[in-house]
């Protein structure tokens, strides 16, 4: 069986490499996706596609609704959702991508650190799982593949 998962949240770090790295020396049956994660590509996409906006609201609003059509389809098409909330920024899409999957019903793993806890309380409540390390990740997608434990 293999595993639709798609990657969502936080973008400065390479938590993303070590899930599908991690995955593929276990030989995990999982098909990886996710947003554009170059910063300046997806804050610009709009605009460089569909014409310049002098407007910064304008600007963003091209960029935002031009990737909601990858992430939109990402998220429909996933078996699971990992969503990730980095330390540094508050990651607002991706607590809307993590109410997008939970509304669809799409099986939801959250994660990150002690800090965010109580901020993220609600959000929490609407995964199958919340983690800290993409280790955990990996241990969950060999569980449900494989039914094994981590060693």
């Given at each position: 069986m293999?595993l639709s998962?798609?990657?969502?949240?936080?973008?400065?770090?390479?938590?993303?490499d070590?899930?599908?790295?991690?995955c593929?020396?276990?030989?995990?049956?999982?098909?990886f996706?996710?947003?554009?994660?170059?910063?300046?590509?997806?804050d610009?996409?709009g605009v460089?596609?569909?014409?310049?906006?002098?407007?910064?609201?304008?600007?963003d609003?091209k960029g935002?609704?031009?990737?909601?059509?990858?992430?939109?389809?990402?998220?429909?098409?996933?078996?699971?959702?990992?969503?990730r909330f980095?330390?540094?920024y508050?990651?607002w899409?991706a607590?809307?991508?993590?109410g997008?999957?939970?509304?669809l019903?799409?099986s939801?793993i959250?994660?990150?650190?002690?800090?965010?806890?109580?901020a993220?309380?609600?959000?929490?409540?609407a995964?199958l799982?919340?983690?800290?390390?993409?280790?955990?990740?990996v241990?969950?997608?060999?569980?449900?593949?494989?039914?094994?434990?981590?060693t």
């Amino acid at each position: 069986m293999t595993l639709s998962v798609y990657l969502s949240g936080e973008i400065h770090t390479d938590w993303r490499d070590e899930i599908t790295t991690a995955c593929t020396e276990a030989g995990l049956d999982v098909a990886f996706s996710g947003p554009v994660t170059d910063h300046a590509a997806s804050d610009d996409c709009g605009v460089s596609i569909m014409g310049a906006e002098p407007n910064k609201f304008w600007h963003d609003h091209k960029g935002a609704k031009l990737n909601a059509i990858r992430t939109r389809r990402g998220i429909e098409q996933a078996d699971i959702v990992v969503v990730r909330f980095g330390e540094k920024y508050k990651q607002w899409n991706a607590a809307f991508d993590a109410g997008t999957a939970a509304a669809l019903g799409t099986s939801l793993i959250v994660m990150h650190g002690p800090e965010h806890q109580h901020a993220l309380k609600e959000v929490d409540a609407a995964a199958l799982a919340v983690v800290e390390t993409p280790q955990q990740v990996v241990q969950i997608l060999q569980y449900v593949l494989d039914g094994t434990l981590p060693t």
